[in-house]
């Protein structure tokens, strides 16, 4: 079950890169249409590893992929 999106993408981008992102990939990130961010989201989710996603479909008719950290099951 999903408990919703806890982190967001400036997280996500540091997950994957190890590091913050620059103003400018900031602002290129912004500046894509949402199904060029999805892809982006899958990339940086694959990179960082232990981030679920899924694709939903948001109120106004397009698609957004949620992601979220992967729960560890308890003792691992």
């Known amino acids: 079950m999903n408990p919703g999106c806890t982190i967001g993408f400036a997280d996500l981008f540091r997950l994957a890169r190890k590091r913050g992102w620059t103003p400018e990939e900031e602002r290129a990130f912004q500046s894509m249409s949402q199904?060029?961010?999805?892809?982006?989201?899958?990339?940086?989710?694959?990179?960082?590893?232990?981030?679920h996603t899924e694709d939903r479909?948001?109120?106004d008719g397009q698609v957004y992929?949620?992601?979220?950290?992967?729960?560890?099951?308890e003792g691992a």
């Open 65 to 73: 992929t949620a992601f979220w950290l992967e729960e560890t099951p």
């Open 57 to 59: 479909l948001g109120t």
């Open 35 to 51: 199904p060029e961010r999805n892809a982006a989201v899958l990339e940086l989710a694959r990179e960082a590893g232990g981030i």
